[in-house]
C-alpha cells in the first residue's frame, strides 16, 4: 500500500508540475490581458453585485439562490482544512516565499475564475430548485460535447462530494480526537466513532433538504466560521504587532531573495505557494462555476464578478490570516512538518492550551461547510448526467456513507489519488474555457457598456442573437422578473 502511495503521489506530482501549473498560469495572464485586468478594475462592481436583489418569479418567490448565497456556497467549498493546512504545508515545504506566490497565483487566477463563472451562468439551465450549471453544461451547450461534459462530470462527482468530502470528515475526527486528548485519531478511538455518526446524520439531513437547505446553512456558517478565525488572527497579530514588518519582508525576500535563487529553492518556493494557492481558491479548477451558475442575477457576468472576489476572500484575507498567524509567532521551519502543526503550535505558543478547542470548532466550521459545498457540486454533475430521482437519492446516501467512512479510515491514498484526479479536472475544464473565453469578453463587454449608460446590466439571449445553446435568458422580463418602464 506505502508503494502504491509513493507512486500516486509522485505521478501526481508530474501532472501538476508539467500541464497543470503551466497552463493555468499561461491562460490566467492571457485573460488578464483580454479582459484589461478585469480582476482589479472592476473590484467596486465585485462588492456592488455581492448584495444585488434576487429577480422573483411570477408568484413573487426568489427565482434561485441570491447572489451572495451562491458566493456562501463557493465559499463553503473553497474555505476548507486547506486554508489551515495547505498554507501550513506551503510554508513548511517552500518557506515564507510562498505566501507572495499564493497571493500571485489568486490575482492571476481571478481573471480565470471570472471567465469560467460567467460562462457558468450563460449555459445555465432551469431546475426544480431554480438554476443550475457549471462546466459540464457549458462544454454540452457551448461547445456542443455531451461526452466531455460527462467525462467532466465523473471526475468531479468522484473528487469532491467523495474524495475531497471524507477527507474533511476525517480531519474533523483527527482535530476533535485530538482535542479530547485521546490522540489516537483512528478507527480505535470512541470518539472517532461518535463523530463518524454525527457528522454522518448531519450531512444527511442538510444534503435531503436540497440546494437551498445547504445555501441557507452556508450563508449563517460561512460568515461566522470567518469571523471567528479572523478574530483569532487579528488577536495573535496584534500581540506580535512589532514583527508585521519583518514579516513581510521576509514573504516578499524570500520569494525573490538571492539565496533562493543561487541555492536552486526558488523553483520549489513558486511550486508550492503557486499549487497550494490553487487548490485552496480553485481558480480555474471547474468546481466554482457550479456553485455560481445555481444564482439568479440580472446579467452573467455579475457571478462572474462574484466568483472573483470568492477567490480573493479565500486567499488574500484566510490564508493570508493563517500565514501571519504562523509567522508573527517566529517559527523555527528547518524540519518543519507540512500540515496543521505550524498553525496549531503558533496559536498555542500565543493564546494558551486552550486553543487547540477554539482550533477544533473552526475545523469543524470549515470541513463541514466544504462537504456541503462539496456535495452540492456533486448533485449539479449528477442532474448533468441523468435526472432519475433514483440515481439522486442513492448519491446523496453515498456521501453521508463516504463522510462516515473518510472520519474513521486512514486517508493518505484517498487523498493523493483525489489530488492526481483533480489535476485531470482542472486540464479538462482549462480547454473548455480557453476554447469559450471569447464568448466571456463579449459578455464582459456588454456590461460595461450598459453601466457606462447608467443601467443596471440585464442581459437577453437577443443582445448577442448568433451565440447558440443559451437555455435561459429569454427577455427581460424572465430575467428580472420584472417589466422595464419606459
Same mark, same amino acid.
Given at each position: ?8 503521489? #509522485?505521478?501526481? #506530482? ?16 492571457? *485573460? ?19 448584495? #444585488? ?10 427565482? @434561485?439562490?441570491?447572489? *451572495? ?50 460562462? %457558468? ?36 462527482? !468522484? ?37 463518524? !455518526?454525527? +457528522?454522518?446524520? +448531519? ?6 433538504? %436540497? ?9 449563517? !456558517?460561512?460568515?461566522?466560521?470567518? +469571523? ?20 513581510? =519582508? ?7 531573495? $538571492?539565496?533562493?535563487?543561487?541555492? %536552486?529553492? !526558488? ?55 493563517? =500565514? ?9 521551519? @528547518? ?28 475545523? *469543524?466550521?470549515? &470541513? ?35 463522510? *462516515? ?5 486512514? @486517508? @493518505?491514498?484517498?487523498?493523493?489519488? =483525489? ?6 479536472? &482542472?486540464?479538462?475544464?482549462?480547454? $473548455?474555457?480557453?476554447?469559450l473565453s471569447g464568448i466571456a469578453f463579449r459578455l464582459l463587454r456588454d456590461y460595461t457598456r450598459q453601466r457606462r449608460a447608467g443601467r443596471d446590466p440585464v442581459f437577453t439571449r437577443d443582445l448577442l442573437p448568433d451565440l447558440s445553446g443559451v437555455q435561459c435568458w429569454q427577455d427581460e422580463q424572465s430575467v428580472t422578473g420584472l417589466t422595464r418602464q419606459p
Amino acid at each position: 500500500m506505502e508503494m502504491l502511495d509513493a507512486w500516486v503521489l #509522485d505521478a501526481g #506530482d508530474i501532472l501538476w508540475t508539467n500541464a497543470v501549473l503551466p497552463v493555468v498560469a499561461v491562460l490566467g495572464l492571457w *485573460f488578464t490581458i483580454r479582459s484589461r485586468a478585469v480582476q482589479l478594475r472592476l473590484i467596486p462592481e465585485m462588492f456592488r453585485t455581492l448584495t #444585488d436583489k434576487t429577480p422573483k418569479d411570477a408568484d413573487g418567490e426568489p427565482q @434561485s439562490l441570491s447572489a *451572495f448565497q451562491a458566493f456562501t456556497v463557493s465559499a463553503a467549498s473553497r474555505v476548507g482544512v486547506g486554508n489551515i493546512a495547505g498554507v501550513g504545508t506551503a510554508i513548511a515545504l517552500g518557506g515564507p516565499g510562498a505566501v507572495f506566490w499564493m497571493w500571485v497565483m489568486a490575482f492571476v487566477g481571478g481573471a480565470s475564475s471570472f471567465v469560467e463563472s460567467t460562462l %457558468g451562468q450563460l449555459y445555465k439551465v432551469r431546475d426544480a430548485d431554480g438554476f443550475r450549471g457549471g462546466p459540464a453544461y457549458y462544454m454540452q451547450h457551448g461547445l456542443k460535447a455531451r461526452w466531455m461534459g460527462i467525462v467532466f462530470a465523473v471526475i468531479l462527482i !468522484v473528487c469532491f462530494p467523495f474524495a475531497f468530502s471524507s477527507l474533511q470528515a476525517n480531519t474533523i475526527a483527527t482535530t476533535l480526537d485530538a482535542a479530547v486528548g485521546t490522540g489516537s485519531g483512528d478507527g480505535s478511538s470512541p470518539v472517532v466513532w461518535v463523530v463518524a !455518526v454525527v +457528522l454522518a446524520v +448531519l450531512s444527511g439531513l442538510v444534503v435531503f433538504g %436540497g440546494i437551498r437547505r445547504i445555501a441557507h446553512v452556508t450563508q449563517a !456558517v460561512v460568515p461566522t466560521m470567518a +469571523l471567528l478565525y479572523l478574530a483569532a488572527g487579528i488577536v495573535i497579530v496584534a500581540l506580535n504587532v512589532q514583527r508585521v514588518p519583518e514579516v513581510f =519582508a521576509v514573504i516578499l525576500t524570500e520569494a525573490f531573495g $538571492a539565496q533562493e535563487v543561487f541555492g %536552486g529553492a !526558488v523553483g520549489t518556493v513558486i511550486l508550492q505557494g503557486v499549487k497550494r494557492g490553487m487548490f485552496s481558491n480553485e481558480a480555474g479548477l471547474g468546481s466554482a462555476p457550479n456553485a455560481g451558475a445555481s444564482a439568479a442575477v440580472t446579467h452573467p457576468v455579475k457571478q462572474g464578478l462574484v466568483q472573483t472576489l470568492g477567490v480573493y476572500f479565500d486567499t488574500f484575507l484566510v490564508c493570508s490570516v493563517t =500565514a501571519f498567524i504562523i509567522l508573527v509567532s517566529n517559527p523555527d521551519l @528547518s524540519g518543519a512538518t507540512a500540515g496543521i502543526e505550524l498553525t496549531q503550535t503558533a496559536l498555542v505558543a500565543n493564546l494558551g492550551a486552550w486553543s487547540n478547542w477554539l482550533l477544533a470548532v473552526i475545523i *469543524f466550521l470549515l &470541513a463541514f461547510s466544504s462537504i456541503l459545498g462539496n456535495y452540492y457540486y456533486g448533485e449539479s454533475n449528477v442532474e448533468f448526467i441523468t435526472n432519475s430521482p433514483a440515481v439522486l437519492a442513492g448519491y446523496r446516501t453515498l456521501v453521508v456513507v463516504a463522510v *462516515f467512512a473518510g472520519s474513521v479510515l486512514d @486517508s @493518505s491514498l484517498v487523498w493523493n489519488t =483525489a489530488d492526481g484526479i483533480m489535476g485531470v479536472m &482542472a486540464l479538462v475544464n482549462l480547454v $473548455a474555457i480557453a476554447l469559450l473565453s471569447g464568448i466571456a469578453f463579449r459578455l464582459l463587454r456588454d456590461y460595461t457598456r450598459q453601466r457606462r449608460a447608467g443601467r443596471d446590466p440585464v442581459f437577453t439571449r437577443d443582445l448577442l442573437p448568433d451565440l447558440s445553446g443559451v437555455q435561459c435568458w429569454q427577455d427581460e422580463q424572465s430575467v428580472t422578473g420584472l417589466t422595464r418602464q419606459p
